[in-house]
């Protein structure tokens, strides 16, 4: 039976085939691409010369290539467009996946040749690159417990294991929640819902084939609209409660004993690896360094926030009237408030905010910025009707290509993020990246334009954020290519990418989808005067996720978890309002428990704010949202570095120096913590 993952593919760009790749192509493309990459291995490993760069280093980045390419692809349709058998797939190959990486990661012969290449560093007379690549490595392997005695190394390799199966899961319980949860809806209980939130919630209602004339499901794109403009209480209750309770009902799909486990075993492996928690291991690696640095942000940033919180509360509650304000109504009365502050009301601003319009807005940043341009394919095979792609130009020759794959459906887990199909790298021949961005926008009926709000619209910019990390990657080692840096640095392309959104150049392309005109003056001006609003709110659901992201990860090796326990004691101990709820609650905060990509990491998010925010003051300094000056800077520094520098001084080459928090507190409109020629460095 022939496989495409086993042929070379003669596809444009050699792009992955996904017109011939099938589900039942995924187990033995696995099963090969594990024995090429241990025989690979084991190769190197086993060489009776001297350790050389050449062959230690270079040789690790070129084994793989069949493994990387399998898991790229398979790690976006299980997430993108999965079904019953490629989740039966992942089930089976997650534990054997980390099981290969662990045997790496723990192989003494290879470690050794590693150690001595790390231990000769200085005398080897690396170029910059090459010397980063060496130290990550070395890391790598050291952070994967390549220093464990024997006894260590099984018990460690086991908790791997086990985490990745829990984290699977994880991830597979609060895609079950958010499929089989589906509210019907009356004409009377879509009352108050703008139009597109109509449209969308009547499509919904088809898909499922449902005998009513809308419906919701439990995703955040159908669940928002309807606590945001559902005049009818009940039903904004209703669908609250479920949004909140993904993956804690009690049933087959309840995550919190996988939550548990996963905490548990976590503070064991940091135990193991030599840290007091799980979080100091994570953070060792990351810019912020200690969690006692991540912590002091959450907290400077709470505090300011929670009392902006109370304030609106008291007028949300005054504007409500009768009855107390609960959870369900703060969205709904915040609108209210919006439109009563500020004259602004977010559906005005829609049909400015066409989804093709708004992705050619952010294309057209990254030619002002960037000189990058970008042009419709109509020949590359995709996983997905909904998926379009796009050849990146810069300088006149293709750099990349775009995926864009926009739209929510049912096989798709909620979210958006970017992934590649291909990295960028230079060793043995420029390979150009393919980089992918996946939302969950509702997908308007046949013929009718996909009509964003201002916060989809940044998530467009946000994600192609980090999509230019990868097109625009100019770098030699795959190890160190595109987003392959720290968490807490990852997100400083993205979030600072969002700014250009709201800039004048950028708003001026954002016209009418029917009439063709612009953004009213006056409605602009609506727009920026209502930018702090609800910032309290918004402060309090994020930075309470990451307070109880902490928390979990704080724990001592040897304590029982009880989920439901941590969750309440740290809400508790922070005085959260009852009137506002986690961002993401234990159950379902698959940035933590989903993988560990983001465990004692969320606050990851707010870090980069702080960069962000104050990076972007370089822009305004300049007097020019596109200074070709500062934008050849966040081009070599950050944009086109990859991991390939200490990220605090990649920062300081753009900025010129550290980075301050007051941007961030001032763009929240809170006050400044210090007068800002202070500069709070972090
Ligand atoms: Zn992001």
């Keep these: ?29 696995y099963a090969q691409a594990l024995e090429e990459h241990s025989g690979e291995i084991a190769q190197i490993a086993a060489r009776a010369d001297a350790p050389t760069f050449e062959n230690t280093i270079v040789a690790l980045e070129n084994a793989g290539k069949l493994l990387r390419r399998v898991e790229m692809i398979f790690g976006q349709l299980s997430s993108a467009d999965t079904n019953d058998e490629l989740q039966a797939v992942e089930r089976e190959v997650v534990p054997l996946v980390t099981r290969h990486w662990t045997g790496i990661y723990l192989n003494p012969a290879l470690f050794a040749r590693i150690d001595d290449l790390h231990r000769r560093r200085d005398s080897l007379g690396f170029d910059p690159e090459s010397l980063r690549v060496l130290e990550r490595y070395h890391l790598d392997f050291v952070r994967n417990g390549a220093r464990l005695t024997d006894a260590q190394r099984e018990r460690f390799a086991a908790i791997m294991e086990r985490l990745a199966t829990l984290g699977t899961t994880f991830g597979q319980n609060v895609l079950a929640d958010e499929a089989n949860v589906v509210f019907a809806l009356t004409e009377a209980e879509v009352d108050g819902l703008p139009e597109f939130a109509r449209a969308a919630a009547a499509e919904t209602a088809r898909d499922r084939k449902l005998n009513a004339p809308y419906a919701a499901t439990t995703s955040r794109s159908s669940v928002e609209p309807i606590l945001h403009f559902a005049t009818d209480r009940g039903v904004r209750e209703k669908v609250f409660r479920a949004f909140v309770n993904r993956g804690h009902n009690g049933n087959a799909h309840d995550n919190r004993k996988v939550i548990a486990e996963m905490a548990t075993l976590r503070a064991e492996l940091a135990q193991l690896l030599g840290y007091e928690t799980y979080a100091a291991y994570k953070l060792d690696d990351s810019m912020a360094r200690t969690p006692a640095a991540a912590q002091k942000l959450l907290e400077d940033v709470w505090t300011p926030g929670r009392k902006r919180a109370e ?31 500020y004259d602004f009301d977010e559906n005005e601003l829609k049909p400015y905010f066409e989804l093709d319009r708004v992705i050619g807005a952010a294309f057209y940043t990254a030619e002002r910025l960037f000189g990058a341009t970008f042009r419709l394919l109509d020949d590359i095979p995709v996983y997905h009707p909904d998926v379009r792609v796009w050849a990146v130009e810069r300088e ?16 798709k887990r909620s979210g958006a993020w970017m992934t590649s199909f291909r990295d960028q790298q230079k060793l043995g021949g420029e390979v150009i990246p393919l980089v992918v961005n996946t939302c969950n926008f509702n997908k308007p009926p046949e013929g009718e334009p ?17 999509g230019l990390h990868g097109l625009l990657s100019d770098v030699t080692y795959p190890r160190l290519s595109g987003t392959n840096t720290a968490r807490d640095f990852v997100e400083l392309p993205s979030q600072l990418y969002e700014h250009w959104l709201e800039t004048a150049p950028v708003l001026a392309r954002l016209t009418h989808y029917k009439t063709g005109a612009a953004i009213p003056e006056a409605l602009l001006e ?27 990860h704080q724990i001592p090796a040897g304590t029982a978890v009880d989920a439901d326990a941590i969750e309440q004691g740290t809400l508790a101990q922070i005085g959260m309002p009852g009137e506002i709820a986690l961002r993401h609650a234990s159950a379902h905060f698959g940035h933590i428990f989903s993988g560990d990509g983001y465990a004692a990491g969320y606050y990851s998010y707010l870090w980069s ?57 001032a763009k929240r409109g809170f006050a400044t913590l210090q007068p800002i020629e202070d500069g709070a460095a972090l």
């Design 609 to 665: 704010e702080v960069l962000d925010a104050d990076g972007f003051t370089a822009f305004e300094e300049a007097g020019d949202p596109f200074d070709p000056a500062t934008a050849g800077r966040l081009y070599t520094y950050v944009y086109s570095g990859g991991g390939s520098r200490d990220y605090a001084e990649a920062y300081r080459r753009f900025r010129g120096r550290d980075p301050d928090i007051n941007g961030l507190l």
């Design 396 to 411: 006149e020759r293709v750099i990349g290509l775009f995926y864009g794959d926009f739209f929510a459906r049912p096989s």
């Design 1 to 29: 039976m022939s496989n495409p993952f086993f042929e070379t593919w003669s596809t444009p760009y050699g792009v992955p085939p996904f017109d011939a790749i099938e589900t039942t192509h995924f187990r033995p493309a």
């Design 526 to 552: 609506r727009m920026t005067a209502a930018r702090k609003a609800n910032k309290g709110f918004e402060t309090v659901e994020f930075i309470s996720s990451g307070l109880l992201d902490m928390a979990y």
């Design 450 to 466: 996909a009509l964003l709000s201002l916060d989809e619209a940044r998530t467009v910019f946000h994600e192609f954020g980090h």
């Design 311 to 341: 304030e609106d509360r008291d007028a949300l509650q005054e504007l409500m009237g009768e009855g107390r304000l609960e959870a369900w109504d703060w969205r709904y009365y915040a609108e209210k408030l919006r439109v009563a502050r």
